[in-house]
């Protein structure tokens, strides 16, 4: 079978086209050295999971680069404190390395809790934490004592893996092994649920709680956007888990399941059928007729809200096509809000998908779909030249790849600033993706790279 792309040997297999013999990517692999991949560590994978916890430290326990280049790693709005932005590293050093950094983390946390009385420290293992061997636990269960302060420890150093959602799931145990269960509300009702896996990224939250909450549900905690840590540890007496991004957070869900016996669905607030489809499933779940009859108002007056207002964009989205080169759970979610402004996803793609990903990704897409694993910069640039989609939706690490090849593009994770999910979130997309795709500035620079 011919490659999709031109590319080396051993990469030919993580790149494939929906309905052509391989249907799903080699994908779980280490990267080949020298192709310089865009993953991020096991390290990384943690922080990003629970860095929103906004009146937490999040402090990291090795060279001063590891925290600089995941400082705000999330770009997770707060309503409350803002404790979590600030970046807290040991800055190991030369001498930590011979001696051990044991006593510089203990100090640092005994500084940094008198400095801002957090509701927790978090304390991320690095590499280098690792390699010197130190004992972060002991380090966290003693400061602990005598501060007073929650002080958990997260064992997450980068090498351990190829993959960072190894470091989703080290996250996930730090919440699930300190956290959760070890405080009781004040009162429970028969409609409490957590939110599971929403980051609260541009302040997605705050475009799906109020629809909730007009429901008549009762959010106890997210995790882990906007949320405190007294909340999380509260989240045991939840009655329904519902799990947004399901690559990083499937897994708490299911051990919560197992260890509380609390039941989870899984939900998308990206799209208006995806956020119907899952306003109607958390409504069926309680069975609650009156429930369930606001839902559907709720539902009307959403839809009814949009509809006018996506037409002027969807008359000019309709036929282009789009290139996703994002987070797993993007990856597959945002197929159908596509389509629902007309609009073909010819390409999706992610850094780090594990096979659980890929048969997701398979079942969203059409056949003839490019599907790819782990593209470095040589094959995505590759790829777009010979495609050349309408729009590239993916993060910072690939904009200018898009815009030097003169390719709309919009930024799907970090770093945007403009809240996406929920009826009026829909509303905010077509907008920002319209606003790429019509601007005329492509249409200068794609003549400009024909030589017109
Ligand atoms: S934990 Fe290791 S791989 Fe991750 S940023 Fe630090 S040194 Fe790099």
């Not at 036929?319 to 159908?336: E, F, H, I």
Request: net charge negative; charged share 25%.
């Amino acid at each position: 079978m011919e490659p999709v792309t031109e590319t080396f040997e051993s990469r030919k297999k993580h790149v494939c086209v929906k309905g052509e013999g391989l249907s799903i990517p080699v994908c779980d692999k280490a990267s080949l050295p020298g192709t310089v991949t865009q993953r991020t560590c096991v390290y990384g994978g943690a922080r990003i999971v629970l860095m929103p916890i906004t009146d937490s430290i999040h402090l990291v326990h090795g060279p001063i680069g590891c925290a600089a280049c995941t400082w705000d790693i999330r770009g997770s709005k707060t309503s409350r404190e803002d404790i979590y932005k600030k970046g807290c590293s040991t800055n190991l050093q030369e001498k930590d390395i011979i001696f051990g950094g044991e006593k510089k983390l203990f100090e640092t946390i005994i500084e940094l809790n008198k400095l801002y009385k957090p509701g927790a420290i978090f304390v991320y293992a690095t590499c280098v934490a690792g390699i010197i061997g130190d004992d972060i636990r002991a380090v966290c269960k003693k400061s602990e004592e005598i501060t007073g302060c929650r002080v958990i420890p997260v064992q997450s150093e980068g090498f351990q893996n190829h993959n960072k959602t190894k470091g989703h799931w080290i996250g996930g145990d730090a919440l699930l092994d300190y956290v959760i269960g070890t405080k009781e509300p004040e009162e429970t009702t028969p409609f409490d649920i957590n939110i599971v896996g929403e980051f609260n990224v541009a302040g997605d939250l705050w475009g799906i709680k109020p629809l909730l909450e007009e429901m008549g549900v009762n959010i106890i905690s997210t995790l882990t956007g906007d949320s405190h840590v007294d909340e999380i540890a509260q989240a045991h007496r939840a009655k329904l888990n519902i799990v947004q991004c399901q690559k990083s957070s499937n897994y708490v869900a299911q051990k919560m399941e197992k260890k509380y016996g609390i039941p989870f669905i899984k939900v998308n607030f990206f799209g208006l059928e995806q956020t119907v489809a899952s306003l109607r499933d958390i409504a069926d779940f309680f069975g609650d007729e009156e429930m369930i009859e606001r839902t559907e108002r709720i539902i009307e007056s959403g839809l009814k809200e949009v509809a006018h207002k996506i037409e002027e964009y969807k008359k000019r989205l309709t036929g282009k096509t789009v290139a996703l080169y994002v987070g797993g759970n993007k990856a597959w979610s945002l197929v159908r809000p596509f389509e629902e402004l007309g609009m073909d996803v010819m390409m999706s793609g992610t850094k780090n998908g594990i096979r659980e990903d890929y048969e997701m990704i398979k079942e969203a897409v059409r056949d003839g779909t490019i599907i790819v694993d782990d593209a470095n910069s040589a094959e995505l640039t590759r790829l777009l030249k010979e495609h050349r989609p309408n729009l590239l939706i993916s993060g910072a690490k690939e904009k200018y790849i898009s815009l030097k090849l003169g390719i709309p593009f919009c930024d799907f994770n970090h770093d945007r600033i403009t809240a996406f999910a929920g009826f009026r979130g829909f509303v905010s997309f077509a907008k920002e993706v319209d606003a790429s795709v019509s601007s005329p500035v492509f249409e200068l620079t794609s003549k400009s790279l024909r030589g017109d």
